[in-house]
């Protein structure tokens, strides 16, 4: 008989060009998982009407019900916006999804959350290619979820396709600086950076987790969909987490 195989739907912005290469990677040593991927369209990354417009759930709705005809086992969405627009968008999201298409769901910020929560991070270091008014604006809607951000940097980029060119050189100087600011777990909040092999690499030296969202998200995915996130090998301290 044909071992069962866990599919995982995940939701991504059109321009993202980074979580379905860097997905594929993590999943590699498990042959029986594979992740598929439902797009609509977002390739902007600010405050402004038409920007924020773009995370309407219909719109997402509508990928996320392509994805069900798939039979995925969970249905992800693979991005960050939450973390300005406030985590309580992504609480709905989940509840709306479930209702439309019977698949239980997960949101990559709503994981982070959950993930800081569980080890406990007091001093948060909040790396991003972001700009200054929307990495003010996460600061906020952080705090006011109980995740302290204490230390942060960030690019100032806004074009989401633009994200995928950060290399991974600026990425750990920045997980370098909210170290040295005594922070107690970094996030790289963007899901459209490479950069979730460096957590594996610098963790030991640096002494602190480090949250990739792609990874964050792929945890909780593997978790929702009944497959041990721990079966994922050397891409960072995160999987070995237990999940609710």
């Known amino acids: 008989m044909t071992k069962a195989r866990t599919r995982l739907g995940m939701l991504t912005p059109s321009s993202n060009t980074t979580l379905e290469p860097v997905t594929a990677a993590m999943l590699a040593g498990l042959p029986d998982v594979t992740a598929h991927f439902g797009r609509f369209k977002v390739t902007e990354i600010a405050l402004s009407d038409?920007?924020?417009?773009?995370?309407?759930?219909a719109e997402i709705l509508r990928a996320a019900e392509l994805l069900a005809d798939a039979k995925v086992d969970v249905i992800a969405w693979n991005g960050t916006s939450a973390s300005w627009l406030g985590l309580e968008r992504d609480e709905r999201l989940v509840e709306r999804i479930e209702a439309a298409t019977g698949i239980k769901a997960?949101?990559?910020?709503?994981?982070?959350?959950?993930l800081l929560l569980k080890i406990g991070a007091k001093r948060i270091g909040l790396v991003t290619p972001y700009t200054s008014d929307v990495q003010r604006r996460i600061g906020?809607?952080?705090?006011?979820?109980?995740?302290?951000?204490?230390?942060?940097?960030?690019?100032?980029?806004r074009d989401n396709f633009a994200f995928a060119k950060v290399d991974e050189a600026q990425v750990e100087s920045m997980l370098r600086a909210v170290a040295q600011d005594g922070c107690d777990a970094a996030v790289i909040l963007c899901t459209?950076?490479?950069?979730?092999?460096?957590?594996?690499?610098?963790?030991?030296?640096?002494?602190?987790?480090?949250l990739d969202s792609v990874a964050v998200t792929l945890w909780k995915s593997l978790a929702v969909a009944g497959s041990p996130p721990a079966r994922v090998k050397s891409w960072g301290g995160l999987f070995a987490v237990p999940a609710a």
């Not at 906020?140 to 980029?157: F, N, Q, Y």
């Not at 459209?192 to 480090?210: D, K, S, T, W, Y």
Request: hydrophobic share 50%.
């Open 50 to 57: 038409a920007a924020i417009g773009q995370f309407d759930d």
């Open 106 to 114: 997960c949101t990559c910020v709503l994981a982070c959350r959950e």
């Open 192 to 210: 459209n950076i490479n950069a979730a092999a460096l957590a594996a690499r610098l963790e030991p030296e640096l002494g602190m987790p480090i």
């Open 140 to 157: 906020e809607r952080w705090g006011a979820a109980g995740l302290p951000v204490a230390s942060e940097r960030h690019l100032g980029i």
